[in-house]
């Protein structure tokens, strides 16, 4: 009987794309991670002034690293395998192009 459940459980986790995203702040630096174990690429926008994309490397544990040379605020969305992908985070706002982004705030 578990085995369905489970079986459902990971479909609907799978179709969900990528699950979750979370930070750490070191030495100055903010390193932004995005789990995302099945995508072949992952980058990090920076929205400002100008975009700035950040490649994200894969980690050991199968997740994305991005690190930011900055611990100030900022804005920002994923481009995972090409496209936008905004994850859920606790701060959000409206751009001008009409988009959400992210916003990480210390």
Same mark, same amino acid.
């Given at each position: 009987?578990?085995?369905?459940?489970?079986?459902?459980?990971?479909?609907?986790?799978?179709?969900?794309?990528?699950?979750?995203?979370?930070?750490?702040?070191?030495?100055?630096?903010?390193?932004?991670?995005?789990?995302?174990? +099945?995508?072949?690429?992952?980058?990090?926008?920076?929205?400002?002034?100008?975009? +700035?994309?950040?490649?994200?490397?894969?980690?050991?544990?199968?997740?994305?690293k991005a690190t930011i040379n900055k611990t100030c605020e900022f804005r920002y969305f994923y481009l995972v395998d090409g496209k936008v992908y905004?994850?859920?985070?606790?701060?959000? +706002?409206?751009?001008?192009?009409?988009?959400?982004?992210?916003?990480?705030?210390?």
């Amino acid at each position: 009987m578990k085995h369905p459940i489970v079986a459902v459980l990971a479909a609907v986790i799978m179709a969900g794309g990528c699950s979750s995203h979370y930070h750490s702040v070191r030495d100055g630096h903010v390193d932004v991670y995005l789990k995302a174990p +099945e995508v072949q690429s992952v980058s990090l926008v920076i929205s400002g002034d100008t975009f +700035e994309q950040v490649p994200a490397a894969r980690t050991l544990l199968g997740d994305w690293k991005a690190t930011i040379n900055k611990t100030c605020e900022f804005r920002y969305f994923y481009l995972v395998d090409g496209k936008v992908y905004l994850p859920d985070c606790r701060l959000k +706002e409206r751009d001008d192009f009409g988009a959400d982004n992210c916003i990480y705030s210390p």
